[in-house]
Each structure stands twice: as structure tokens, then as C-alpha cells.
């Protein structure tokens, strides 16, 4: 079964406070899903037309895990608490099945 990948990139953070509680609210989230950071930030080096941003990405076991996850209470309230305070591009993508 392939695997889902949340990959987000922040545009702007106009509101480090609203982040850091979105980080808070999301970990837990997340993990409720079985879901598995493995980016969040760092350096980034961009090639051709990207633009280095902040990126995350997150791995669940399935597709389907990582879209009720983002659906979820627990990521509504996470959304909720971020509101206004980042632009960002949120997409949910399947991995391949090897």
C-alpha cells in the first residue's frame, strides 16, 4: 500500500507565536495518525524555479491516514490556533508503491 506524504512550504510566518502553537496542537495530531516527521525546516538549497522556503514533510502508512488526519478535531484545532499567522502551501501526495 503507498504511503502518504503531508508536504508543506511556508511562504511567510507573519506570526511566530501562532506557529509555535500550531506545532504544539499538530505534533499530537499527527501522531494520533501514526504520522512521522522527517523535515521540519532546516536548510534548504533551491534549483530552477523553486524558492528556498521552510519546508515539512510527514509520512503516514497510507494515503487515506494522511488525508483523516488532516481532517481530523485535532488538526482543525491546530488549524485553528495557526489561523492567519503563515502563508503556506499544504498538499497531501501518495508515495509509490514498491
Known amino acids: 500500500m ?6 508543506s512550504v511556508y511562504r ?4 511566530p507565536e501562532k506557529l509555535a502553537a500550531y506545532n504544539e496542537l499538530a505534533r499530537a495530531a499527527v501522531q494520533a495518525f501514526g504520522g512521522r516527521t522527517f523535515i ?4 534548504v ?5 523553486g524558492i528556498a522556503e521552510r519546508t515539512i514533510l510527514v509520512e ?9 488526519a488532516r481532517e481530523s478535531a485535532a ?3 491546530a488549524l485553528a490556533a495557526l489561523s492567519d499567522g503563515v502563508e503556506r502551501d499544504f498538499r497531501i501526495v ?3 508503491d514498491d
Open 45 to 49: 538549497v533551491a534549483y530552477d524555479a
Open 12 to 15: 511567510t510566518i507573519s506570526d
Open 60 to 68: 503516514f502508512d497510507s494515503f487515506e491516514q494522511a488525508v483523516a
Open 94 to 96: 501518495e508515495g509509490i
Open 40 to 43: 521540519r525546516g532546516g536548510r
Open 2 to 7: 503507498p504511503k502518504g506524504y503531508w508536504v
Open 75 to 77: 488538526y482543525q484545532e
